[in-house]
């Protein structure tokens, strides 16, 4: 049973950098392509970058060139540097399964101030 659990979320101001994590506990990432998401209120929730099986990495537009994902097969845990940060980067942050639609965890908060 996939369990997520996002941390490092704080409130940084614009031009900083902050690194989040989501941990998987017991449950075997290596298998699955991963990836984190952003949910602001009103708005769908969006793609923020996913690495895949083979370690291969993609971006949304708005984080591209600010935002570094990365995987640590045995700690079943997938990182987000980020760096950079905008106001417009303030979200709820998630992680999960590319294509899953359940077992969200409790999202970590981030907010930059303006």
């Known amino acids: 049973q996939a369990q997520f659990m996002e941390i490092g979320g704080a409130e940084v101001q614009s031009g900083g950098s902050l690194r989040l994590s989501c941990l998987a506990g017991a449950f075997p990432i290596a298998m699955y392509e991963m990836a984190w998401y952003r949910r602001v209120p009103g708005q769908l929730r969006e793609l923020v970058a996913r690495v895949d099986t083979a370690d291969r990495k993609n971006y949304g537009a708005p984080v591209e060139g600010r935002f570094t994902i990365s995987r640590d097969n045995e700690k079943n845990a997938i990182y987000l540097q980020m760096d950079d940060v905008k106001p417009e980067d303030t979200a709820v942050y998630l992680c999960?399964?590319?294509?899953?639609?359940?077992?969200w965890g409790p999202g970590t908060q981030v907010t930059v101030a303006s």
């Open positions: 999960n399964i590319v294509g899953s639609s359940i077992n």
